[in-house]
């Protein structure tokens, strides 16, 4: 479709020499809504969550697995065998050795919380809630993992400076006994989610709402999301940054992921052939190609160099 096209070279030229790439156009990134985005350090083996359309309640969440020949050429997406259809899976994060993997899920409970699977053989074990002090009564939305195992992750619990904010635990004798709220460089009054923390713990990519240098498109009936970054330094995050394009969009950006090595980052944007006004009055069938297209404002798994995050 030409418009999608079109959108896509305008992505690229804010890049300059980054380019922003669907992952697995056609496969991964599909018409449907997808999000979150963990790769083995193989590059054999994927993770990505899809959302169904809302009708009479909730939609569903569930993890789909999906396996490459490592060269980029990706297989059909199944279920992943510890997701269920009776509870919410996203957000999948793999331990950066592709050890283990963690999620966020409602079941067994109304809230959301972290769980895992850890990997045995060829396949992974049953699922695993993880224990407090990371869970907590309030909800768990998003956790990613440092190479040295210290969980980053986002929680409404009390105590915070606004409705979600950003934790981590570091792993002491093999167990997360303490959480550490993040503090006023990165949280802020209003709702800090999603975190992914490179592997060295350089630099931690978080989604927030609302803020007023938020990239907007068309609309500004609610806040989209953006992508916001913070580097840091001698164990002391520094103020966190609006990501900017080719991150962000005039859409929303969500679900940022880094790969094993920390070259890459993931993310999930509902950019698409009508973020921005047109230029021209589309037909009924120009319209309906774009809605049928890739890039027809559901969500779709991005990839971009990490090194554009420290310009």
Not at 76 to 91: T, V
Not at 223 to 236: M, R
Request: aromatic share 10%; charged share 25%.
């Amino acid at each position: 479709m030409k418009y999608a096209a079109a959108f896509v070279a305008i992505v690229l030229c804010f890049a300059g020499s980054y380019e922003a790439s669907l992952v697995g156009e056609g496969v991964i990134s599909t018409p449907d809504d997808e999000s979150g985005f963990a790769v083995t350090p193989d590059g054999k083996t994927a993770f990505f969550t899809k959302t169904g359309a809302a009708t009479t309640g909730d939609p569903i969440q569930m993890i789909c697995v999906v396996h490459s020949d490592g060269k980029g050429h990706w297989g059909k997406p199944e279920i992943a065998p510890f997701s269920s259809a009776k509870a919410h899976d996203l957000g999948p994060a793999l331990k950066p050795d592709g050890s283990r993997l963690y999620f966020v899920s409602d079941r067994e409970k109304q809230d959301l919380d972290i769980w895992y699977v850890d990997r045995v053989g060829e396949g992974w074990s049953d699922a695993h809630l993880l224990p407090g002090p990371v869970n907590s009564t309030a909800n768990e939305y998003g956790v990613s993992v440092a190479a040295n195992g210290t969980l980053y992750f986002a929680s409404s619990r009390k105590g915070g400076n606004g409705s979600f904010d950003l934790y981590r635990s570091k792993l002491e004798d093999g167990e997360y006994k303490t959480v550490e709220n993040l503090g006023d460089a990165v949280n802020t009054k209003g709702p800090e989610l999603q975190p992914a923390i490179s592997p060295d713990e350089s630099m931690l990519v978080f989604t927030a709402y609302g803020r007023d240098d938020e990239i907007i498109g068309i609309h500004k009936t609610y806040a989209h999301g953006d992508l916001y970054v913070s580097l840091q330094k001698d164990g002391v995050f520094g103020a966190a940054r609006n990501c900017g394009a080719p991150v962000n969009s005039g859409g929303g950006e969500s679900w940022p992921g880094f790969s094993s090595d920390g070259s890459r980052l993931f993310f999930t944007s509902d950019r698409g052939f009508a973020t921005y006004r047109m230029t021209r009055r589309l037909s009924l069938a120009e319209l309906e190609r774009g809605i049928r297209s890739r890039l027809n404002g559901m969500g779709n798994v991005w990839q971009i160099d990490s090194n554009v995050l420290r310009r």
